[in-house]
């Protein structure tokens, strides 16, 4: 029923930038609260950054201040802006629902973020 479309990874060098985007496409509630995940070569899955109904956004200690989640005024599409990128930051993101025990959406494919030198 929904779609989510993930996109705007790349291969960076450390401490560059990137903003990744994520199409929220279907029947889907206004103000949703929205997530983004990543999984690590042979490492679990994590939320690094979520944003609530109300606009409050959470971050994992380890991306504090170089990472910003954000949404669009219509709720389209869900972004984050990477800066100051590490070597660790390297992963598969994904975005779905903050809560996932709120009812997960299907995942999208996830884009890759590759921070090397």
């Known amino acids: 029923q929904v779609q989510l479309v993930e996109s705007g990874g790349g291969l960076v060098q450390p401490g560059g930038s990137l903003r990744l985007s994520c199409a929220v496409s279907g029947r889907v509630v206004s103000m949703l609260g929205m997530g983004w995940y990543r999984q690590a070569p042979g490492k679990q899955r994590e939320m690094v950054a979520g944003i609530n109904n109300w606009g409050i956004t959470t971050y994992i200690d380890s991306v504090k201040g170089r990472f910003t989640i954000s949404r669009d005024n219509g709720q389209n599409t869900v972004y984050l802006r990477m800066n100051s990128l590490k070597p660790e930051d390297t992963a598969v993101y994904y975005c779905?629902?903050?809560?996932?025990?709120?009812?997960?959406?299907?995942w999208g494919q996830g884009t890759q973020v590759t921070v090397s030198s």
């Open positions: 779905n629902r903050n809560n996932l025990d709120s009812g997960a959406f299907d």
